[in-house]
């Protein structure tokens, strides 16, 4: 399962290096949104200490938990 990192990896270099232009109403959505996907991996590292590591609760609790978060910012 080395290829999702290495994506994750090349995905992040292009978001980089591109110029992606986001309207400044976007920002707060952004922020949760990034926020929760770092709550999503850390929690993934503390499963992955733990041996309880599944990637695919992972990638599904990753989507979701982002998803959620920048809904509920737009209901706010």
């Known amino acids: 399962m080395i ?3 290495l994506l994750g ?6 978001v980089y290096w591109l110029p992606v232009e986001l309207p400044a ?3 707060g ?3 949760l ?4 996907g770092l ?3 850390f929690g993934g590292i503390r499963a992955g200490l733990e041996g309880k590591f599944h990637d695919d609760i992972f990638i599904s609790g990753f989507v979701v938990n ?3 978060a920048a809904f509920l910012a ?3």
Not at 33 to 36: D, G, K, V, Y
């Open 39 to 41: 709550d999503t991996v």
């Open 33 to 36: 949104a990034a926020l929760a």
């Open 9 to 14: 990896l090349v995905v992040g270099f292009l």
């Open 74 to 76: 737009y209901l706010g």
């Open 3 to 5: 290829w999702l990192p």
């Open 25 to 27: 109403v976007y920002a």
């Open 29 to 31: 959505y952004l922020g």
């Open 66 to 68: 982002t998803f959620l």
